[in-house]
T-cell receptor
Framework: AQRVTQPEKLLSVFKGAPVELKCNYSYSGSPELFWYVQYSRQRLQLLLRHISRESIKGFTADLNKGETSFHLKKPFAQEEDSAMYYC???????????FGAGTRLAVHP | DAMVIQNPRYQVTQFGKPVTLSCSQTLNHNVMYWYQQKSSQAPKLLFH???????NEADTPDNFQSRRPNTSFCFLDIRSPGLGDAAMYLCATSRGFGVNEQYFGPGTRLTVT
């Protein structure tokens, strides 16, 4: 079964603290993996994708095929990072996204 | 310069009364998607169009239908809404096959009374 699991519904940190949002996936092949973000009163938007190996707004995510994980990390959280974060999987060759239930990140001053 | 537009933003319908949600895009993307998102749950793909080709997810109820009259517009029809269909409905677009970013609309929140 194809599934994305985000074990934490809420992650609360103080400004400047490191952040790690966990994502585990279940997929028999090699998936494409993404992180999408939804800021307050804004639409869902792409944050980063594993294939690009990029850092966006200080966030990085490494695909660990052995652990089937794609955790999102940032060394120093900022208040503007407060948002809902969704990990998503796209099976290769298919036009679809399978989302996790999301983790709300709250960064306190 | 909104790229994916959904109307209305809030829709209230009665149990069993057909309802249509609308999505339009200014991106000229080939693919348009409809997702259902219930409270505190993951967005769940209902179906998508690649140009005029309709692709239904296996577990999408027959109560949900879609139309895409042209590249820009896509509609979600719920033939007989039940209380369990109350949710946020998200429309998204992408350029086509491959690892393409999906662009989401703001969503329509459907309430069934």
């Amino acid at each position: 079964a194809q599934r994305v699991t985000q074990p934490e519904k809420l992650l609360s940190v103080f400004k400047g603290a490191p952040v790690e949002l966990k994502c585990n996936y279940s997929y028999s092949g090699s998936p494409e993996l993404f992180w999408y973000v939804q800021y307050s009163r804004q639409r869902l938007q792409l944050l980063l994708r594993h294939i690009s190996r990029e850092s966006i707004k200080g966030f990085t995510a490494d695909l660990n095929k052995g652990e089937t994980s794609f955790h999102l990390k940032k060394p120093f959280a900022q208040e503007e990072d407060s948002a809902m974060y969704y990990c998503a999987l796209s099976p290769r060759g298919y036009n679809k996204l399978i989302f996790g239930a999301g983790t709300r990140l709250a960064v306190h001053p | 310069d909104a790229m994916v537009i959904q109307n209305p933003r809030y829709q209230v319908t009665q149990f069993g009364k057909p309802v249509t949600l609308s999505c339009s895009q200014t991106l000229n993307h080939n693919v348009m998607y409809w997702y259902q998102q219930k409270s505190s749950q993951a967005p769940k793909l209902l179906f998508h169009y690649y140009d005029k080709d309709f692709n239904n997810e296996a577990d999408t109820p027959d109560n949900f239908q879609s139309r895409r009259p042209n590249t820009s517009f896509c509609f979600l029809d719920i033939r007989s809404p039940g209380l369990g269909d109350a949710a946020m409905y998200l429309c998204a677009t992408s350029r086509g096959f491959g690892v393409n970013e999906q662009y989401f609309g703001p969503g329509t929140r459907l309430t069934v009374t």
